[in-house]
């Protein structure tokens, strides 16, 4: 068994640092966004319904993120930190105060959550090799995945299993299966609590 000691990578890119009125502003605008994204799917948000749900003008939108696509990305990486905060500082079961196996199950619930949310901007995003790969949110995952692998006392080569347990919660493969194949969002769900406990307790499977 290969031990996991360093500690976790920063979060996604460095943000420069904002006035605490513009930061309140670009939260209030991502969290419209998000709460948009949900409700109606990406393809229907406009900078204007984003700016209507924060009460803003769409300059101030414009202003901040440029484009559309801009707007995008920074929710991407906005998201990307809630949940990168809930894993490394958040309560139980997610947070560190936790069994490493029941922590590996919520951390792909929650992705899960994540992609049944934002789906189609996360498959837009995988569509770059750098990102998919690359991402500085990648690393992080991949990098807690290996950690929470090595606490649970799991055998092999932890960072390639972490990387074979990651690829069934990318969006593009969960988008295939719930809307080609008809796969319930909770089958999948089931599926990755099962496949955990398969490899870091084998002979028992999620009942």
């Not at 991949?142 to 919660?169: F, K, N, R, W, Y």
Request: glycine content about 8%; proline content about 6%; hydrophobic content about 45%.
């Amino acid at each position: 068994m290969r031990h996991v000691n360093s500690p976790l990578l920063p979060l996604v890119d460095a943000e420069i640092p904002e006035r605490c009125d513009a930061a309140r502003n670009r939260k209030l605008l991502l969290d419209a966004a998000a709460a948009l994204v949900a409700e109606r799917g990406v393809d229907a948000v406009t900078m204007d319904d984003v700016a209507d749900r924060a009460g803003v003008g769409k300059g101030t939108v414009f202003r901040r993120f440029g484009s559309r696509s801009g707007l995008m990305n920074a929710l991407l990486d906005h998201t990307e930190r809630e949940l990168q905060d809930a894993f490394m500082f958040g309560p139980p079961p997610l947070g560190p105060d936790a069994d490493p196996v029941d922590r590996l199950i919520a951390f792909g619930r929650a992705r899960l959550d994540m992609v049944f949310v934002q789906g189609d901007i996360l498959r837009a995003a995988e569509d770059s090799p750098e990102f998919r790969y690359g991402a500085p949110a990648r690393a992080v995952s991949l990098h807690h995945v290996t950690m929470l692998l090595s606490q649970a006392g799991t055998d092999g080569d932890l960072e390639l299993l972490a990387i074979a347990l990651l690829a069934p919660l990318e969006a593009t493969l969960v988008l295939h299966q719930i809307r080609v194949r008809g796969t319930a969002p909770d089958r999948i769900a089931a599926s990755w609590e099962d496949l955990v406990l398969r490899v870091t307790r084998p002979g028992r499977t999620a009942g």
